[in-house]
């Protein structure tokens, strides 16, 4: 039992295991009853070789190809860069066969459970209520930030059910062409309509070509009551009247109440960011298992990272609903990677030393771990960068694998909460709840100030367990009896995507 523990092989197909502990040259482990003696020495989350592998073989880890191997590999070896090379092609071709599809048996029926959260007037929730100030330009960044500091003493927290008072800073709105325009635009104006917001002060210059008159057309059928406007250069003391409106849009968000809702009402958000060799195998599994509730009980959860979907596209195209979805998650990928051939850069320039100190090998071996996310659900849409959640089930996203731009545009596409997985341990957070879940237990331990669960109990409790205790956690941040590690520290950021010049 205790050899079992050193190593683990996580589908049946695999020719690889993963080290869950520290092993060294000459050390025999049992992997599924055979004993297999190390040729290496095997860092945590590194993979060990269960079989000899001959030069051009795939390399399987999660039932799928992570990669080749560059030469011969003898079983027991370690498995790893100095061995291992990329499959990854910039023209791959997708064929729909729908004898290949895999939809998962329906779950069993039950009780729906319920947060308390906040009914907006437009039928969406909220979990928090906060009142925003969204600048248009980056040129008020701080004169925003000033009324954030100032609002914050005097509402947040004292003045009804108002939870905090954040001015949502970036460098653009301005000096942009084209699509950079518009994805500001777009980002913007869906960060106002988001319903963790109970108010929001849009905030702009005056001469700025992202005007505050433009950013309005995105608000015609929005509860005018909750919005406010603010063009600083036709003010003569922008404070005072920012203090003014702001004054105005906490009367209106004060008085709002939170209530039962159906967890089915609830749009979660999965993201990854300094991955480890553990992470597909705890904290992304766990996120699964959450995305596969979430989803059965008529919820909703987005994944993104597109890149980092690279290798592992056809683990989703195997779950698509139809025809249709399976082609929008083709275009999705090829999309991408377009985008990466337009800037004359290769589509595998991934994954990061940290990952590879981790244990990741290729952007395979990443990709592969991070869909784990998406658990065994369906893939009912794909979105648009800065599209809004308008359907339920599991939904990709289109956007980057930067922890900072993925998280911004899941906010703007309607998230209420972030399952943040990492294994190396990262204080970010975005504008809504961020919720950091370790890969491995020596993290949680050693950053308890930026994470809030630890799934490396994945490798030593019962799963069900530590799923049934992350939903209920991930409840009481939604029903606002607990916070995130993110919203106790004030890390909350944005950052939208920029693909073009500046002027």
Not at 234 to 263: H, M, Q, W
Not at 300 to 308: G, I, K, M, Y
Not at 314 to 333: C, S, T
Request: charged content about 25%; aromatic content about 6%.
């Amino acid at each position: 039992m205790e050899a079992q523990k050193k190593i683990i092989k996580i589908n049946p197909d695999d020719s690889v295991a993963v080290a869950l502990e520290k092993l060294s040259k000459g050390d025999t482990v049992l992997v599924g009853g055979a004993e297999i003696t190390l040729r290496d020495d095997i860092p945590p989350g590194h993979k060990a070789a269960l079989r000899d592998i001959t030069e051009n073989e795939k390399i399987i880890k999660y039932g799928y190809a992570i990669g080749a191997a560059s030469k011969p590999i003898p079983m027991g070896s370690h498995v790893h860069t100095h061995n291992v090379k990329t499959l990854l092609n910039e023209n791959p071709v997708y064929h729909y066969d729908p004898s290949q599809v895999k939809h998962p048996a329906p779950e069993p029926g039950g009780p729906v459970p319920e947060i308390q959260a906040f009914k907006r007037s437009d039928g969406q929730i909220g979990i928090r209520n906060e009142l925003w100030i969204v600048p248009t330009v980056g040129c008020v960044n701080r004169s925003a930030e000033k009324l954030a500091r100032w609002a914050n003493e005097e509402f947040g927290g004292k003045k009804g059910s108002i939870d905090g008072v954040y001015a949502w800073t970036h460098p653009y709105g301005c000096s942009q062409m084209g699509d950079d325009h518009e994805t500001t635009r777009v980002i913007l104006a869906d960060l106002v309509r988001h319903p963790n917001a109970g108010a929001v002060l849009v905030m702009g210059l005056g001469c700025e070509n992202n005007s505050v008159d433009d950013l309005k057309k995105f608000f015609s059928d929005t509860d005018q009551h909750r919005i406010r406007y603010l063009v600083t250069q036709e003010s003569g003391d922008e404070i005072a009247e920012g203090k003014r409106l702001l004054t105005e849009l906490a009367e209106f968000a004060a008085p709002f109440k939170r209530e039962a809702v159906k967890v089915s009402e609830l749009i979660i958000g999965m993201k990854c960011g300094g991955s480890d060799g553990f992470s597909g195998i705890t904290a992304n599994a766990l996120v699964g298992r959450v995305c596969d509730t979430i989803t059965s009980l008529g919820g909703s959860a987005v994944l993104t990272e597109v890149p980092e979907m690279f290798g592992a596209e056809q683990m989703l195209m195997d779950r698509a609903e139809n025809e249709a979805v399976y082609r929008k998650i083709v275009d999705l990928i090829n999309g991408f990677k377009q985008y990466y051939i337009s800037h004359n850069q290769v589509v595998y320039e991934n994954p990061s030393p940290g990952n590879k100190d981790g244990g990741i090998t290729t952007l395979e071996d990443k990709s592969c771990g991070c869909v784990q996310k998406s658990g065994t659900a369906i893939v009912h849409d794909v979105y648009k960068y800065g599209g809004r959640v308008t359907s339920r089930g599991l939904l990709l996203l289109e956007g980057p694998g930067n922890d900072i731009v993925s998280c911004t545009v899941m906010t703007a596409a309607g998230v209420h909460l972030i399952l943040f997985t990492t294994g190396r341990g990262t204080p970010l957070g975005a504008p809504v709840p961020t919720l950091k879940i370790s890969s491995n237990t020596a993290l949680a331990e050693h950053k308890p100030n930026w994470i809030d669960f630890d799934a490396g109990r994945m490798l030593y409790e019962d799963p069900a367990i530590v799923l049934q205790d992350l939903l209920k956690l991930m409840y009481s941040i939604a029903s606002g009896t607990a916070r995130t590690r993110n919203e106790e520290n004030d890390y909350r950021e944005i950052a939208i995507l920029k693909d073009g010049v500046t002027l």
